[in-house]
């Protein structure tokens, strides 16, 4: 027997929320199989303080974006009281989007800093490296020939390398920063807010799952020769690289002591900088078109980065891009289904009175 709606409201978690459940749950059995555990809690607190820090960020950069924004609209509107009627009857003094985002924002932050700790720590949990068999990929899906190699005479223009620098190395972090808080306040409907933030938790709890499962160090790391005459216009990835190498050698060389941990540590497969910003593209569609295009042109820049860096495989790139397109439309219906527990069957179209109508 269906309970009713409201009841079901105030009784059930959140879509996201047994996401971050399972998560704990992985983290849990992590710290059991993890040597010297006072290294890890370091990691692991230090992963928690950096993603909150990137919340907090993120949700007052939106803050302040959408109060300028009702500012210049009441300016030019030349109405002194507009901007405060503008803001009341804006989202931002939704308490029940407040609310959500609180609850998606607190799961985000439980699955990521588990997705942290064992990012770190995935050559201690699975020793075994699939470098060879994602080489051997490569070259099937560029018949016979490498499609890193013709991605790196495609881009060879030393400017044109400047900007997927740029683009792979500080947009991708940007996004990070600003994406759940956008998702969160800005969606138009709570199916939307639920759905999105719901699918970044799959996303990186799947990720981090397949990232112990294949280990992989990615192709620069492992033919670096082939990247040096590109790497040379690209200093930002160049540090960045330097940086992930000490974390591989620290984690390879004292797995059960103490070892560098700056940006999470070195994995190929899949690309979850293509993913996140796949589910992010799919998402935005909803939202504003023009912001949809211009994160589709951001993806085709990230895709190519992911290959002229040299940190990623084309199987990687195309593993992360189906991954975060999954892991949108499966959260995206769990939330419909949470949001609307009734059966579904000889349900016709919704009159404009009827209180099921889409909301």
Same mark, same amino acid.
Not at 74 to 93: D, I, T
Not at 182 to 200: D, N
Not at 294 to 304: R, Y
């Given at each position: 027997? /269906?309970? *009713?709606?409201?009841?079901?409201?105030?009784?059930?978690?959140? %879509?996201?929320?047994?996401?971050?459940?399972?998560?704990?749950?992985?983290?849990?059995?992590?710290?059991?199989? !993890? %040597?010297?555990?006072?290294?890890?809690?370091?990691?692991?607190?230090?992963?928690?303080?950096?993603?909150?820090? &990137?919340?907090?960020?993120?949700?007052?950069?939106?803050? !302040?974006?959408?109060?300028?924004?009702?500012?210049?609209?009441? @300016?030019?509107?030349?109405?002194?009281?507009?901007?405060?009627?503008?803001?009341?009857?804006?989202? !931002?003094?939704?308490?029940?989007?407040?609310?959500?985002?609180?609850?998606?924002?607190?799961?985000?932050?439980?699955? !990521? /800093?588990?997705?942290?700790?064992?990012?770190?720590?995935?050559?201690?949990?699975?020793?075994?490296?699939?470098?060879?068999?994602?080489?051997?990929?490569?070259?099937?899906?560029?018949?016979? @020939?490498?499609?890193?190699?013709?991605?790196?005479?495609?881009?060879?223009?030393?400017?044109?390398? @400047?900007?997927?620098?740029?683009?792979?190395?500080?947009?991708?972090?940007?996004?990070?920063?600003?994406?759940? %808080?956008?998702?969160?306040?800005?969606?138009? /409907?709570?199916?939307?807010?639920?759905?999105?933030? /719901? =699918?970044?938790?799959?996303?990186?709890?799947?990720?981090?799952?397949?990232?112990?499962?294949?280990?992989?160090?990615?192709?620069? $790391?492992?033919?670096?020769?082939?990247?040096?005459?590109?790497?040379?216009?690209?200093?930002?990835?160049?540090?960045?690289?330097?940086?992930?190498?000490?974390?591989?050698? =620290?984690?390879?060389?004292?797995?059960?002591?103490?070892?560098?941990?700056?940006?999470?540590?070195?994995?190929?497969?899949?690309?979850?900088?293509?993913?996140?910003?796949?589910?992010?593209?799919?998402?935005?569609?909803?939202?504003?078109?023009?912001?949809?295009?211009?994160?589709?042109?951001?993806?085709?820049?990230?895709? &190519?980065?992911?290959?002229?860096?040299?940190? @990623? $495989?084309?199987?990687?790139?195309?593993?992360?891009?189906?991954?975060?397109?999954?892991?949108?439309?499966?959260?995206?219906?769990?939330?419909?289904?949470?949001?609307? *527990?009734?059966?579904?069957?000889?349900? =016709?179209?919704?009159?404009?009175?009827?209180?099921?109508? %889409?909301?």
């Amino acid at each position: 027997m /269906t309970r *009713p709606w409201g009841l079901r409201k105030r009784a059930v978690l959140l %879509p996201a929320e047994w996401v971050a459940l399972a998560a704990a749950a992985c983290l849990a059995a992590a710290l059991t199989a !993890l %040597p010297n555990l006072h290294g890890v809690f370091d990691i692991f607190w230090k992963s928690a303080l950096m993603t909150a820090t &990137a919340f907090g960020e993120g949700a007052l950069a939106v803050i !302040l974006v959408s109060t300028a924004l009702a500012w210049l609209k009441a @300016h030019s509107q030349a109405k002194s009281a507009s901007m405060g009627r503008q803001l009341r009857s804006s989202s !931002l003094a939704d308490i029940g989007m407040w609310t959500d985002f609180l609850r998606l924002a607190s799961a985000l932050w439980i699955v !990521l /800093t588990a997705y942290f700790l064992v990012k770190t720590s995935i050559h201690i949990l699975n020793p075994r490296v699939f470098d060879a068999w994602l080489w051997r990929s490569d070259q099937w899906l560029g018949l016979g @020939h490498d499609p890193k190699l013709m991605a790196l005479h495609m881009f060879a223009w030393p400017p044109l390398l @400047h900007a997927l620098d740029v683009v792979y190395s500080v947009v991708y972090p940007l996004l990070f920063t600003f994406t759940p %808080p956008l998702l969160a306040l800005l969606s138009p /409907t709570r199916a939307l807010r639920v759905g999105a933030l /719901t =699918g970044f938790c799959l996303l990186w709890v799947l990720g981090g799952a397949l990232y112990v499962a294949f280990p992989s160090w990615g192709p620069v $790391y492992t033919r670096p020769a082939q990247f040096e005459a590109a790497l040379q216009s690209m200093p930002i990835t160049v540090y960045v690289q330097t940086e992930l190498f000490q974390e591989l050698k =620290g984690v390879i060389q004292r797995p059960a002591g103490p070892r560098p941990v700056r940006f999470g540590g070195v994995a190929a497969f899949p690309s979850l900088h293509l993913a996140v910003i796949i589910l992010f593209t799919l998402a935005v569609w909803r939202i504003s078109r023009w912001w949809f295009w211009l994160s589709l042109a951001i993806s085709a820049a990230m895709l &190519a980065g992911s290959l002229v860096t040299g940190y @990623h $495989y084309l199987m990687d790139s195309l593993a992360g891009i189906v991954l975060g397109a999954t892991c949108y439309v499966v959260a995206l219906a769990w939330a419909d289904r949470w949001l609307d *527990p009734e059966p579904r069957e000889n349900v =016709g179209k919704a009159s404009p009175g009827d209180a099921r109508a %889409p909301r």
